[in-house]
């Protein structure tokens, strides 16, 4: 019923803007897909959900090994979780699939706020997205843990994704420093045996008895996900200008997370090959 609302100057234009990948639309819209290529050459599909009322973003997709990745931008409380559903190794004694949560402090200019996010569509599903920024890898050593019956207190969301992880919630110091100044009660964390502490402590990939404790590391990359705002400029009849938005900047971003493991066991992934 839209279409004879549409003049022909406006059908053109429409055409045109065809080519784009993404539009900032009028229509709120929850979901995105969008195929990427992994780093293995692979072509996976990342789901990409917002919730403006409860100011989150989530991206999730699968790995070329099967793995399961959640990310999640807890606007509200300035936090982001990652989730790894990572398949066992079931011939070496380990269960069906293992579940790890790392959890940091949430930057303003890590991703587009929820609303923006909810506003986006798609233009031709099917292409494979590159993303126009490939920003550095993060090395982030988790040194604590965080106790999930009293995980609220940093974020809402966490007690749902990270139920299957239980003692595998990671965080870092610096997080753990920056809450405990906003009131955050202290309970909360267990402090893990640290490299400086604890020299002793080896790689994981180089401890061959599977029973020994030992630093685990897993990495993950977010391939495509909208990290900021394009804005555009225009001109009324007087000569005035203003700007308005007018699309997104896509950004890829890799995170390497070190962490303390009682046993070699909880590590399988992290073998020399």
Known sequence: ????????????ILTRLCALVLLVAVGLCSELRVRVRLADGLVTEEVLEADSERDLISVEFKQGDGALITFVADFKQDVKIFRALILGELERGQNQYQALCFISRLSRNEIIPSESMARLR???PQA????????GLEQLTMSAVVNLTQASQLSSHIHNMCSEAREAIYTRESDVKHWLDKGVDGSIFEV?????EAPSFQACHSTKDLWQPCLCTYS???????????????RDTTGKSSTYKCGIKSCSKGYHFTFYVPQKQLCLWDEET
């Open 1 to 12: 019923m839209f279409a004879s609302c549409i003049s022909v100057a406006s059908v053109r």
């Open 122 to 124: 798609q233009k031709n």
């Open 128 to 135: 494979i997205r590159l993303a126009e920024e490939r920003r």
């Open 192 to 196: 893990l045996p640290q490299t400086t």
């Open 220 to 234: 993950l990359r977010l391939e495509w996900y909208p990290c900021l705002l394009k804005y555009c400029r225009s």
